[in-house]
């Protein structure tokens, strides 16, 4: 299985081109209007550069509903050593409206270092759409968590939800939908995959998974898309998986298990199209070589001796 990386890779390589009082020259060299990027799950960024300032933009699906569960706290507590100034005001730029912007100096390193601040900055979607997750966790350890499970509407169509189980399980559900049938096919197989992965004794602590068409009993109460393209996915992550220095990882991987899964299908279809391509390519080598070869043209007279080709 290929993991995706947590950042994004343009983010990532337009900072280490600029960042860092060595790379003055190419910074004033290269400076940025409005750069464009485009992300999964309909997010999108623009950067822009003047003089040693770097501002990137911010736009995601449902942001204003996600921004209820403590994204503003936290992405504060995030980028506290980064030396990075928020604005949440709504802003446009490029024709695009933007839910956030992130200024910052480039001619200093932060203290973190360069690579760390780097990892840190392209991870920005990570850390809003991870943010609800810890605003849960929290919710829990406090006991104020709500009664109905929490929606985190990521996707225009997809939707995240999160509901306290027995004790201290938390239940995550991902909403899915698949508009080609042919994907849910490879799908399924790849989700049983996941609820079996329990049965190894080296996963035997890994979170339960399941997955059904209809919705599962945590969302009751809520308003919720069902229809034949959407299947619903469940992981119950214990307080081992969420609590302390696991809460990281666990949210990490869960904050791109969309992506991880639609990535997989498409490289499953992939490989499963080039071997029936390789397969028709043999089959056509064999019937060539089983057909006859071709008789030599006879030339055709009539009975004065003319040529009738």
């Known amino acids: 299985m290929i993991l995706l990386e947590g950042g994004h890779h343009m983010l990532r390589e337009v900072l280490e081109l600029r960042l860092g009082p060595d790379n003055a020259g ?17 997010v999108a960024y623009c950067i822009k550069t003047k003089d040693n300032m770097f501002t990137l933009f911010f736009s995601m699906p449902g942001f204003s509903e996600i921004s209820e569960y403590g994204v503003q706290s936290y992405l504060n507590k995030a980028y506290a050593d980064c030396g990075v100034n928020f604005d949440f005001n709504t802003s446009t730029s490029d024709g695009k409206v933007f839910n956030f912007s992130m200024t910052f100096d480039l001619s200093t390193i932060p203290a973190i270092g360069a690579e760390a601040f780097i990892d840190n900055v392209s991870m920005i979607k990570r850390n809003v759409l991870g943010a609800p997750f810890f605003w849960y966790f929290d919710a829990i350890r406090n006991g104020t968590t709500p009664d109905l499970a929490v929606k985190i509407p990521y996707r225009k169509d997809e939707s995240i939800y999160l509901k306290k189980g027995k004790e201290d399980s938390v239940v995550v559900v991902f909403g899915v939908t698949f508009t080609d049938k042919n994907d849910w096919v490879v799908a399924e197989v790849f989700l049983r995959e996941f609820a079996d992965a329990r ?6 602590t890994a979170p339960a998974v399941s997955f059904s068409r209809t919705a599962p009993g945590e969302l009751k109460g809520l308003t919720v898309d069902e229809g034949e393209s959407i299947v619903f996915i469940s992981f119950a992550l214990f307080k081992r998986h969420w609590d302390e220095d696991k809460a990281d990882a666990s949210v990490s991987s869960l904050c791109q298990f969309r992506n991880y899964l639609h990535y997989h299908v498409k490289c499953s279809k992939a490989f499963m199209h080039m071997r029936m391509r390789k397969r028709v390519d043999d089959l056509l080598q064999v019937l060539n070589r089983a057909k006859p070869p071709a008789e030599g043209a006879v030339e055709r007279k009539t009975w004065t001796g003319r040529s009738m080709n």
Not at 199 to 204: D, F, I, Q, T, V
């Open 26 to 42: 190419f910074r004033e060299r290269n400076p940025v209007d409005a750069m464009s990027i485009a992300d999964f799950d309909d």
């Open 199 to 204: 049965r190894e004794p080296a996963l035997s």
